[in-house]
């Protein structure tokens, strides 16, 4: 007798007060802060506050958290801290206050449901060199993996630093959520939201070129990366680097193999809010390597990610796989 996978989103946020108390005042804050501003402009962050103020329950409280996974049709949610607690401008001591705080507070969210909540949790990429540490204990509160975003200052994914970090995440099976927050474009962006419709696909498309062109994922091919928000704009784009690596030597030097053969050895969500793009993706990368995301719960997100994924008009094993198959696989503890 076969059973059913659950269905699993992969992409799912809690908000952590006490992270945020926990930085309250510390130096290096407000410049943080202003940055973001600058990135996001006046007209986003009017409407950022109350976005969240509005969804503050789903970030911060299980059992609410549960129904509306209840009406959406969600058995699992793999829950990561919002990206705003990143906190990349802080100096060794802090960072490690914060990812110690962050994991234990979403473990703890987690633990109210474990059978329907997985977590993540954070490690701080702006020092590498406690960024296994930072796994380790992640994983020792129980977690699935960690969340990452797409760069850290002065560093990009490709960084030698971060080797130990890759080595450590495939040896112990850990997930790695590949998810930007914020965009090196800067006020080009500051209108329109484009900070975020523009910049977190491009930010997507740059950190995984970063880790396939350098060849991350030859030294590394067990690693467990899913990339948010379908990958942004590489997997649908990805004929121009494979031109690239094939006509150029400087683009074809750190990767053993034509770029888009990696889209098979990565995880994507599904959220591109396009049901063409979304069969685009499962071309390109296959539909094995595609998981259900919604977002949840911000405006940039889906209320219904199987209604979305059912839009896509996908065959039943492609959308059962996505739908939960493979992250059951993904997810599973060995």
């Not at 296994?132 to 699935?144: F, P, T, W």
Request: glycine share 8%.
């Amino acid at each position: 007798m076969t059973t059913t996978p659950p269905t699993v989103d992969v992409h799912a946020h809690v908000l952590l007060p006490e992270v945020e108390a926990l930085v309250d005042g510390l130096p290096g804050l407000a410049e943080a802060k202003a940055l973001d501003a600058r990135r996001n402009g006046p007209a986003a962050l009017k409407v950022n506050g109350p976005m969240i103020g509005e969804r503050i329950a789903r970030l911060t409280d299980p059992s609410v958290r549960l129904a509306v996974m209840d009406t959406q049709g969600v058995d699992v949610q793999l829950v990561s801290p919002s990206p705003s607690h990143y906190h990349y401008w802080a100096e060794e001591d802090t960072a490690e206050k914060v990812y110690r705080l962050a994991n234990e507070a979403t473990a703890s969210h987690c633990s109210a449901a474990p059978d329907r909540l997985r977590g993540l949790g954070l490690v701080p990429l702006q020092h590498p060199e406690t960024a296994v540490k930072a796994l380790e204990h992640a994983l020792a509160q129980g977690l699935s993996g960690i969340e990452i975003s797409s760069h850290a200052p002065g560093r990009e994914l490709s960084d030698p630093a971060y080797e130990s970090l890759w080595a450590q995440a495939e040896e112990t099976g850990a997930i790695i959520f590949l998810h930007p927050f914020g965009c090196t474009l800067d006020e080009r962006l500051d209108q329109w939201y484009l900070s975020n419709t523009v910049g977190q696909p491009a930010e997507n498309a740059v950190a995984l070129s970063h880790l396939i062109f350098s060849g991350v994922m030859d030294r590394h091919p067990g690693l467990k990366i899913i990339a948010a928000h379908g990958g942004g704009y590489l997997p649908t784009h990805i004929g121009r680097s494979d031109h690239a690596w094939t006509t150029r030597s400087d683009a074809g030097s750190g990767c053993a193999h034509l770029p888009s053969s990696y889209l098979k050895r990565l995880h994507f969500d599904s959220l591109v809010h396009n049901p063409y793009a979304l069969r685009e993706l499962v071309r390109a990368a296959g539909a094995d390597r595609v998981l259900l995301g919604s977002d949840f719960p911000f405006d940039m997100g889906t209320e219904d990610p199987v209604g979305a994924l059912r839009a896509a008009a996908l065959s039943d094993t492609e959308l059962h796989a996505i739908r939960g198959g493979n992250a059951a696989t993904l997810l599973r503890k060995d």
